[in-house]
Structure formats: structure tokens, C-alpha cells
């Protein structure tokens, strides 16, 4: 099940805070930490996707 906040896209900020702990240098660029929601694949998909969306309140 995914939630409304998870559609489009998740932030891992727990994930940036440890490797900016650990120097690593992934930390400077903030799409390491992105992680793409089902509406962000929809969009981006090479063939018209169907995508369901039920009980929204």
C-alpha cells in the first residue's frame, strides 16, 4: 500500500545524515536521496502507464 506522501517521491534524509557522518561525498548531491513514487514513474514511463488510485478522501 502506498500512502499519498509516497507518490510522487520519498526523501531519505536518515540515509544523508549517516553518510554525511561517514564523509561520504555522495552527500553533496541531494538526488542520491531521492526515491522515485509510483506517480513519478507514471509520468516518466516510455509507454502510457494506467495507474489506480482508490479511496481518496
Same mark, same amino acid.
Given at each position: ?10 526523501? $531519505? ?8 557522518? =561517514?564523509?561520504? +561525498?555522495?552527500?553533496? $548531491? ?8 509510483? =506517480?513519478?514513474? +507514471? ?15
Amino acid at each position: 500500500t502506498t500512502k499519498a506522501q509516497q507518490g510522487l517521491y520519498e526523501y $531519505d534524509a536518515v540515509a544523508r545524515l549517516r553518510d554525511s557522518q =561517514l564523509g561520504d +561525498a555522495r552527500v553533496h $548531491d541531494i538526488r542520491n536521496y531521492i526515491v522515485q513514487g509510483k =506517480l513519478w514513474q +507514471a509520468f516518466e514511463a516510455e509507454q502510457t502507464p494506467v495507474l489506480l488510485i482508490d479511496e481518496i478522501d
